[in-house]
């Protein structure tokens, strides 16, 4: 699993463990620049320098900044900034349910294989790990003496170690592993497009930005709205609520879905989804929890389709280290995918 979204204030998990209102507006026609009046352009620096505070603020303090991010963001919407931001949340449908089929209608390769866990990093570290200490410890056990004995020995020992710590405690070896994953060519691409989808679902369903990391073992989004996290703290999220954090949640595992064979990055997005679907002021069947899923998979893969120009314009600005506040305004600035 390769990130997470976080509900600010949360502290990221580690990769492997691995969020709401009615605005209204219109999106910019094709071809149309915002950011172009001196008051919007006033706005959206103080967007800047919020975010930035959240960025710099210690976690005991983020929480409380995150009632200003919010409401940057309404200021700067309704001065016609953000005329992107929260225009999914009137056009939500219903909940209905949702078959696999029309999960592949939507573009998902493989709809099973967002909840099927994903080994393959954590098998090809372990392999690599094994052989090569074992080749070591075969060629090391050629030196005479002492220095032969010892050599063998402590190489060999390595295997044992790992797999010791891996069946006791595995999160020990979460950073090696994630570092180790690079190996493959597709590990950064599945990284940004992943944290792309949670931010680009976010903002189109009216949920606050407020950072997000590409780092190495900490991969996540970070989501601000101070009011939601007590709700969920006290466990009464509302349908609304659920729905739109459900969709965030399933963002990014559903773009892998939509780009790979093989999903990797599920596993923190299933545990969000449990989490928020927990904290519904109406108790869930596990029927409910499972049409849930896939109705907010469903979702997340529309409105991925529906902003393609936004997504990929966003995918770039993150490939390059675009800060949050240039991310939301690349989301704003692209030419409008959805009319």
Known sequence: MISHTVIAPRAPLGPQTRRLFSLDSNP????R????TNATSTSFKALEEVLEDYQKAPPSFKQEITGDVKKTMEELK????LPKWGVETEKLPERRNVSLGELRMMGVKEPEAIARISVRNDAAFLMTTVGVSSVGAVVLGQLPGDWGFWGMYLTGGISIAVLAIGSTNPGILQF???SFSQVF???KERVIKHEAAH???AHVLGVPVAGYSLMIGKEHTDLAEAALQRRLIEKTLEQGEV???SIIAMAGATSEAMNFEEVLGQNADMLDLQRIMWRSSSKMSDSQQQNQTRWAAYQAASILRSYQNEYEALIEAMTRGASTAECIKTIENAA???E
Not at 28 to 31: K, N, S, T
Not at 33 to 36: H, M, Q
């Open 28 to 31: 910019p026609r094709q071809g």
């Open 33 to 36: 620049s915002v950011f172009t």
């Open 78 to 81: 309704a001065s016609g900034g």
């Open 176 to 178: 090696f592993i994630d």
């Open 185 to 187: 060519p597709d590990y």
């Open 199 to 201: 931010m680009l679902t």
């Open 243 to 245: 729905d739109r954090l």
């Open 336 to 338: 409008s995918s959805a």
